[in-house]
């Protein structure tokens, strides 16, 4: 157990929808990455909190949005929900900015199954 | 773009005996990590063995020990004495500097193993 716990685990979503979830860093941890994971696919890096400020993003339209708090637990929104969407989302959590300390081991929660019908 | 290459999708071993995965990336950097990633059935990331750029030595943990050939961008997972739990998704992934002076994972596709008793 890496003391980073998603929720929930498993969602089913309508297109148009929009999404939370959520994501418990391990303690002492104040940095989180989130990333896509689709079916058969490496996971694709979404964005990163440090200190509750957006600290690198990827890829990914601004429907995907993201927020963290003082307890550095985060949330990953996504608005307007397409099929493409579907996938496994993937929370990291490390001890501070992957910018200094290159050694930073980023520990993964399970992950939450996001199915879009 | 810095990209990282596992080749196998599939490989398969026999129990207590040995296999290496294969995973080649493409950087223009010159100090970076290395990490070989584990993903059960139960989802979650697992980091089997890290490689920092900058050291010649071959990184080892257990059964589990790499081949870091840094000119030719090159770094495979050997694993010793394979046994049923090392069944699953290993991922090769490499950690890159992104705007804003913090890093993300940048991974392969992936390569399953399968332990055959």
């Known amino acids: 157990e890496t003391g980073v716990t998603q929720s929930p685990t498993h969602l089913i979503k309508t297109r148009g929808q929009q999404v ?4 418990s860093s391990q303690s002492g941890h ?14 694709q890096f979404i964005f990163q909190y440090y200190r509750e400020e957006e600290n690198g993003r990827g890829n990914f339209p601004p429907r ?6 003082p307890n550095y637990s985060s949330e990953l929104n996504v608005n307007a929900l397409e099929l493409d969407d579907s996938a496994l989302y993937l929370c990291a959590s490390s001890p501070g900015s992957l910018s200094g300390g290159m050694n930073t081991e980023a520990f993964f929660g399970q992950g939450t199954r996001l199915t879009v019908v | 773009a810095q990209t990282v290459t596992q080749s196998q999708p599939e490989m398969s071993v026999q129990e207590a005996e040995t296999v290496t995965l294969s995973c080649t990336y493409d950087t223009s950097e010159s100090d970076y990590y290395l990490f070989w990633y584990k993903q059960p059935p139960s989802r979650q990331m697992i980091l089997v063995i890290r490689q920092e750029a ?13 081949n870091f050939q840094k000119a030719a961008k090159s ?5 010793s004495d394979s046994q049923l739990g090392d069944a699953a998704m290993y991922f090769c992934a490499y950690n ?7 890093r993300k994972l940048i991974w392969g596709l992936g390569t399953s193993l399968a332990v055959n008793p």
């Open chain 1, 30 to 43: 104040n940095t989180v990455s989130w990333y896509q994971q689709a079916l058969g696919q490496g996971p």
């Open chain 1, 64 to 69: 995907f949005s993201g927020l963290q708090f």
């Open chain 1, 20 to 23: 939370t979830l959520r994501c």
């Open chain 2, 54 to 66: 900058y050291k010649q030595q071959n990184a080892t943990e257990n059964r589990f020990s790499v």
């Open chain 2, 75 to 79: 770094f495979s997972l050997k694993i």
């Open chain 2, 96 to 102: 890159r500097r992104n705007a804003g002076n913090n």
